[in-house]
T-cell receptor, first 112, second 118 residues
Framework: GESVGLHLPTLSVQEGDNSIINCAYS??????FIWYKQESGKGPQFIID?????DKRQGQRVTVLLNKTVKHLSLQIAATQPGDSAVYFC???????????FGRGTSLIVHP | DAGVIQSPRHEVTEMGQEVTLRCKPI?????LFWYRQTMMRGLELLIY????????DSGMPEDRFSAKMPNASFSTLKIQPSEPRDSAVYFC????????????????FGPGTRLTVT
């Protein structure tokens, strides 16, 4: 059959709202997780990370939550701003490996 | 710090031509990664160097692709001959040595090279 491009999941929010971006991972042995932000025309940029011995970590306006039971990771952005518009990737690492596995990404669109 | 530097930023070439992408990692970083990003396949790791030595090249698509890291401050990714399906954005990323407690695996990405093969 004809192949089609894969469309990223998209989250649209109003400026000032809180945003929650979700990520499901598959490897129960993963012990380190990272969120990256990729703006149009740029490379991915590190936002925040979390180890598997934690379930929550906070940064500036961002919070990452980890639920190992259901293998779920979320990134919460408080008071979302137009500058937060980007594609957000989660990545996982396993057992001390230096090589991350990246998710497909979620496109966040912030409307002024 | 200037961050990871990649050149060229854009490359348009004809099928069959040789393409060389260049990367200068952040000074002091000892790991370097080459990625390819497309809408169809997302972000794919092509090859990973540690201390200038290729550690994992299982992501290199085929023999047309080769990568070198002759010293700690320079790496190249070469495609010969190039094909239209190689069109993508190619990213180079570098990472610092792990601390004594191995606290961070953060990768610093360059701005990418957008390759178009016609």
């Amino acid at each position: 059959g004809e192949s089609v491009g894969l469309h990223l999941p998209t989250l649209s929010v109003q400026e000032g709202d809180n945003s929650i971006i979700n990520c499901a991972y598959s490897n129960s042995a993963s012990d380190y997780f990272i969120w990256y932000k990729q703006e149009s025309g740029k490379g991915p940029q590190f936002i925040i990370d979390i180890r598997s011995n934690m379930d929550k970590r906070q940064g500036q306006r961002v919070t990452v939550l980890l639920n190992k039971t259901v293998k779920h990771l979320s990134l919460q952005i408080a008071a979302t701003q137009p500058g937060d518009s980007a594609v957000y990737f989660c990545a996982e690492r396993t057992g001390g490996s230096y090589i991350p596995t990246f998710g497909r990404g979620t496109s966040l669109i912030v409307h002024p | 710090d200037a961050g990871v530097i990649q050149s060229p930023r854009h490359e348009v070439t004809e099928m069959g031509q040789e393409v060389t992408l260049r990367c200068k990692p952040i000074s002091g970083h000892n790991s370097l990664f080459w990625y390819r990003q497309t809408m169809m396949r997302g972000l794919e790791l092509l090859i990973y160097f540690n201390n200038n030595v290729p550690i994992d090249d299982s992501g290199m698509p085929e023999d047309r692709f080769s990568a070198k890291m002759p010293n700690a401050s320079f790496s190249t990714l070469k495609i010969q001959p190039s094909e239209p399906r190689d069109s993508a954005v190619y990213f180079c990323a570098s990472s610092p040595p792990l601390g004594r407690r191995g606290t961070s695996y953060e990768q610093y990405f360059g701005p990418g090279t957008r390759l178009t093969v016609t």
